[in-house]
């Protein structure tokens, strides 16, 4: 079995690519990316492609699955063209329907793209924990939620014209060590935003078990949307009391403030609309994932904050 994975040189392939290269079933393993990874093994291939580019379309001759990683989620990584929002869409949304539709040319037997969490949007009617059924609601200003969005609107417009079976796998904030640095600074700063109770809950999932719930949605029969999140749901204060003894309240205003001038006159941090739904909650039900696919996450939400900042 031949599997093609776009975005091999990213910190969730890092964990990933080992795993695939273990399963005696999987032949051969395809990576493409614009950037050289440090990944090697006999089963593994890699080829440095843009995935906007129509070269990549040879690649996918006789693969059974794709998985799709490739994606601007931090600006900050493009350095100077990190306020090309246009330059960053056309990556994330037409790259990301290149990859897709050359799988389908190709009749690839199944299209796994990691969505994220973030298409629901955190809103103050937001249900404690939201099941794939919620609709999804875009939160305008911030980019990496708006273009997850465009891409699931498009793969759920060609799903039924097709017969490769699509899952999209929504992961909460996903921490590990090899996980994105900025979630880690983020976590290890003793702020947190102060706001009135009840606090608005948020979650987490550990990069391993992202990358279990992959394979195992290589091997199941079933398609669509599936939620992954670890539990207990909890307040974003709560995770940093877990690692400092003393936390530091500020206005949430006042963060959304420095954020938004840091972004604008430096090239520190990331864009504002990562900031823009710590008022409300944000939290999903995993259960679906749970049930057909078998997956269970294994560490909780306290587990993977201490884990994290050991």
Known sequence: MKI????????LASVLLPLLCEQENFSKIIGIDINKGNFTHPKFEEHLFDVRSIEIEKLFLDCH????????????NLKAERKNRDLIRDINVNGSINVFQSAINNQVKKIIHISSAAVYGAWPDNPPLMPETQNRKIMHGFSYAEDKNAVEDWLEDIAPRTETDIICLRPHVI????????????????????????????????EDDVADAIVKSIFTDTSGAFNLATEPAMPFKSMIQLT?????????????????????????????????????SLAVDASKAKKELGWKPSLSTEECIKRLIK
Request: proline residues 11%; charged residues 10%; glycine residues 6%.
């Open 4 to 11: 093609l994975v776009t975005g091999s040189s990213s910190h």
């Open 65 to 76: 699955t794709v998985i799709h990683l490739a994606f601007v989620v931090l600006r900050s």
């Open 175 to 206: 921490l590990g060590p090899k996980s994105q640095p900025f979630l880690l600074t983020l976590l290890k700063q003793p702020f947190y935003p102060y706001l009135p109770n009840p606090q608005p809950f948020t979650q987490c999932v550990w």
């Open 244 to 280: 400092h003894k003393l936390c530091i309240p500020v206005p949430v205003n006042l963060l959304r403030f420095l954020h938004e001038k840091l972004w604008k006159l430096t090239s520190i941090g990331e864009e504002p609309g990562w900031l823009k739904g710590m008022s409300y």
